[in-house]
């Protein structure tokens, strides 16, 4: 995108039909799409509630309204499409979806090449109950997440990604609340500015899984803003297309007041491969290990010495960290740095923290 086409779009909200916004945009420019489309809901009449026979404040609204299921699909079809054409070839795409659509939107998706990489259930803490009491409450949404193609070197955040989960691999199941309390936007009559507002921690967790500072994010069905007001959040660009004018005016006023957090290095999410080598010696060479200091596991039910040349040595091996956590535990391969610990102030400290230690100081 040039400087100058990338500035009349970028960090802007555009008035209009998503797909012919879409087909102005220039090709592969976009880094990441985050889609929230109509659910098509076919809902037959108003939902009462059954104690005080109250209307239940429910998605009618004519844009979520089709003839057919042929006329649903012709718009899924034709938004993808100019979607794909405006991802960069190691784009990603994300949607979310209700049981209503989110099969047919999946079908079309893998008919128009997209690579679907997961399909991510958001499960609802306070979901809203089933008031006829004629099925399961709906206690989740679908969100599927997929790559422009096959081929595409996409990003995925691994690490920041475990380190929300408190050190865990994220799974594909993921119990976050609906949006309500100060965060819901509402009107001045009191009722919801816009009836399906999702949460910005759903925002938050799919902007960190898989874009970096200074990306550009695009959502062709903007809504009431939440994508860009996250990403702006973030350090992200990005790009809202809405058709609703009312809807327009409730981002602009919430992506105003909205502030980036912090500093770039904050909001980064740099993989292992992107830091700097840090070979085990360069922590001898500086001190932060002295030659003879004995390293265990976490358990300590194995040791090694540090030699001054990098090595380490067991009761009747010598080799690198790596091989000799692989000697001693008689398997194929280790990774040392995570395997072995030392002794600190009578706490065991596994080496890869004085590893990024030496990495914060070199940079």
């Given at each position: 995108?040039?400087?100058?086409?990338?500035?009349?779009?970028?960090?802007?909200?555009?008035?209009?039909?998503?797909?012919?916004?879409?087909?102005?945009?220039?090709?592969?420019?976009?880094?990441?799409?985050?889609?929230?489309?109509?659910?098509?809901?076919?809902?037959?009449?108003?939902?009462?509630?059954?104690?005080?026979?109250?209307?239940?404040?429910?998605?009618?609204?004519?844009?979520?309204?089709?003839?057919?299921?042929?006329?649903?699909?012709?718009?899924?079809?034709?938004?993808?499409?100019?979607?794909?054409?405006?991802?960069?070839?190691?784009?990603?795409?994300?949607?979310?979806?209700?049981?209503?659509?989110?099969?047919?939107?999946?079908?079309?998706?893998?008919?128009?090449?997209?690579?679907?990489?997961?399909?991510?259930?958001?499960?609802?803490?306070?979901?809203?109950?089933?008031?006829?009491?004629?099925?399961?409450?709906?206690?989740?949404?679908?969100?599927?997440?997929?790559?422009?193609?096959?081929?595409?070197?996409?990003?995925?955040?691994?690490?920041?990604?475990?380190?929300?989960?408190?050190?865990?691999?994220?799974?594909?199941?993921?119990?976050?609340?609906?949006?309500?309390?100060?965060?819901?936007?509402?009107?001045?009559?009191?009722?919801?500015?816009?009836?399906?507002?999702?949460?910005?921690?759903?925002?938050?967790?799919?902007?960190?899984?898989?874009?970096?500072?200074?990306?550009?994010?695009?959502?062709?069905?903007?809504?009431?803003?939440?994508?860009?007001?996250v990403a702006k959040r973030l350090g992200r660009n990005w790009i809202g297309l809405e058709r609703e004018e009312s809807?327009?005016?409730?981002?602009?006023?919430?992506?105003?007041?909205?502030?980036?957090?912090?500093?770039?290095?904050?909001?980064?999410?740099?993989?292992?491969?992107?830091?700097?080598?840090?070979?085990?010696?360069?922590?001898?060479?500086?001190?932060?290990?002295?030659?003879?200091?004995?390293?265990?596991?976490?358990?300590?039910?194995?040791?090694?010495?540090?030699?001054?040349?990098?090595?380490?040595?067991?009761?009747?091996?010598?080799?690198?960290?790596?091989?000799?956590?692989?000697?001693?535990?008689?398997?194929?391969?280790?990774?040392?740095?995570?395997?072995?610990?030392?002794?600190?102030?009578?706490?065991?400290?596994?080496?890869?923290?004085?590893?990024?230690?030496?990495?914060?100081?070199?940079?």
């Amino acid at each position: 995108m040039g400087a100058e086409n990338k500035k009349s779009w970028v960090n802007k909200i555009h008035l209009g039909d998503c797909i012919e916004l879409m087909n102005g945009l220039p090709e592969a420019s976009i880094d990441m799409v985050f889609a929230d489309p109509p659910y098509n809901l076919q809902l037959a009449g108003d939902l009462m509630r059954p104690e005080n026979h109250k209307k239940v404040d429910a998605v009618n609204d004519h844009w979520d309204q089709f003839d057919s299921f042929k006329a649903y699909d012709e718009l899924t079809r034709n938004w993808l499409s100019a979607a794909r054409r405006v991802l960069k070839p190691d784009g990603t795409l994300w949607v979310i979806g209700s049981y209503h659509n989110i099969f047919r939107v999946g079908a079309t998706l893998q008919d128009l090449g997209y690579w679907i990489l997961n399909d991510v259930v958001w499960r609802k803490s306070n979901p809203m109950p089933n008031f006829r009491g004629r099925r399961f409450t709906n206690a989740h949404e679908t969100m599927i997440w997929c790559a422009r193609d096959e081929s595409s070197k996409y990003r995925f955040n691994y690490e920041s990604m475990k380190a929300l989960n408190d050190d865990l691999q994220m799974r594909s199941d993921w119990l976050l609340p609906i949006c309500s309390g100060g965060e819901r936007l509402k009107g001045d009559d009191g009722k919801k500015a816009h009836p399906t507002q999702k949460p910005e921690a759903l925002l938050h967790r799919v902007i960190m899984a898989s874009t970096e500072v200074g990306d550009t994010i695009l959502d062709p069905f903007f809504g009431t803003g939440t994508t860009g007001a996250v990403a702006k959040r973030l350090g992200r660009n990005w790009i809202g297309l809405e058709r609703e004018e009312s809807y327009v005016t409730y981002a602009e006023q919430r992506i105003a007041e909205v502030k980036k957090v912090a500093a770039d290095e904050m909001l980064n999410s740099p993989s292992k491969r992107d830091e700097p080598r840090v070979p085990f010696g360069w922590l001898v060479e500086r001190g932060m290990l002295e030659p003879g200091t004995v390293l265990t596991d976490q358990k300590r039910r194995f040791k090694a010495r540090v030699r001054a040349d990098g090595t380490l040595i067991s009761a009747d091996f010598k080799g690198s960290i790596h091989q000799v956590g692989a000697k001693v535990q008689n398997l194929p391969a280790c990774n040392g740095w995570t395997f072995w610990c030392v002794d600190i102030e009578g706490g065991i400290v596994p080496i890869d923290v004085l590893r990024q230690k030496l990495r914060a100081e070199l940079h």
